[in-house]
């Protein structure tokens, strides 16, 4: 635990002001690199929602400074200087606009950032203001992009909900959420590809613990509750999709008989198949990953892999030889995975896609 409360002590230094930087970043600069589904509706305002939605850019200067207006004050952000991905500083954001000393006293000449967003849409949406440099500092070229392309959809075990919280501690605490640690993040730097994470804690394909379902969610652009906006499916598209859904539904159907009248068990394969199919109708040449776990939804006995496996069946019956399934062991830990779950997930995933894809 020693470099987490170091991490934490960090954030409380970024609300106190480290240094006085002298030229402003538009949103709308060039040289920034964004990545994720985030809506560019004003150029110079443009709003963070997903989890890992990242900004990444090369720049002169001595200083770093980034302003956020924040709709509920619960968001957390990991910054990584230099590339430097053990040590981040991290931004707890406040409501409304603010602005985050990041750094100051950095060494003349080129550095570069990352930004990416730790926690979910359930914390509310973030406006992206822009940076400020050191006087005499500029942005450079930004980095170059991926070429390979993966999302996830999926709910709390995508997003990282308690990733880095103790093995003995709470899951529900947010600053021990974070996206950028979680099997899907790990995955996608496994492979250097681009990461799209659709995932929202507490979803499910038929049931969610809140009022809407992942078939309600998986196109909009904002990831803040149930809306009307919608992600232009056509502007970005990934090589693999992995679908890691129905550990909510396990719960919720399968325990608490919450879905009445309940589904049987081919109904279940059908909603599950369902979803998938709209996937491929989105994604006609990705290679599709249908995973589960690593909680109790892949405990032994339990029916939930069958309903998968039965819908990946009946979909390479008809012809989709592009899809498979991955099922990530249930170890016995009762809460949402750790780290070292996290890791091991990622470990098991990549070594697949690399393997289906030739990566």
């Not at 730097?189 to 613990?209: C, F, K, P, V, Y």
Request: charged share 20%; glycine share 8%.
């Amino acid at each position: 635990m020693k470099r987490l409360t170091t991490t934490f002590a960090l954030a409380a230094l970024l609300h106190a002001g480290l240094a006085c930087a002298g030229v402003a970043v538009a949103p709308s600069d060039k040289n920034l690199s964004y990545t994720g589904r985030i809506d560019f509706s004003k150029p110079d305002a443009p709003v963070i929602t997903w989890p890992n939605t990242a900004i990444a850019g090369n720049f002169t200067g001595t200083s770093l400074a980034v302003t956020l207006d924040d709709e509920k004050g619960k968001n957390y952000f990991n910054i990584f200087l230099d590339g430097d991905t053990a040590s981040p500083l991290i931004i707890e954001a406040g409501q409304g606009t603010k602005k985050y000393d990041v750094a100051a006293g950095l060494a003349p000449g080129k550095h570069s950032f990352l930004i990416t967003k730790r926690t979910e849409g359930e914390e509310g949406a973030t406006v992206f203001r822009g940076l400020e440099l050191a006087d005499g500092g500029q942005m450079l070229a930004p980095p170059a992009r991926l070429k390979r392309h993966i999302e996830f959809f999926g709910d709390s075990i995508t997003s990282g909900m308690g990733d880095e919280a103790p093995m003995n501690g709470r899951d529900d605490v947010v600053r021990d959420k974070n996206s950028y640690l979680s099997y899907a993040g790990i995955t996608a730097r496994n492979l250097d590809a681009e990461l799209h994470q659709t995932s929202q804690s507490g979803i499910g394909i038929m049931i969610s613990w809140f009022p809407f379902t992942m078939p309600d969610f998986y196109d909009q652009l904002s990831a803040v509750g149930n809306n009307d906006t919608h992600w232009d499916f056509a502007s970005w598209t990934p090589d693999v999709v992995v679908i890691n859904l129905l550990q909510n539904d396990s719960w919720l159907i399968g325990e608490h008989h919450k879905l009445q009248p309940e589904p049987n068990d081919a109904q279940r394969v059908a909603a599950y198949e369902t979803f998938v199919k709209r996937i491929r109708q989105l994604y006609p040449h990705a290679y599709i990953v249908c995973a589960l776990g690593s909680m109790d939804a892949t405990r032994a006995g339990s029916v939930w892999p069958g309903y998968i496996k039965s819908a990946v069946e009946d979909m390479h019956k008809n012809g989709d030889q592009r899809i498979d399934t991955v099922f990530f062991p249930f170890t016995g830990y009762g809460q949402h995975p750790r780290l070292k779950h996290q890791r091991n997930n990622a470990e098991i995933l990549t070594a697949f896609i690399r393997k289906k894809m030739g990566w």
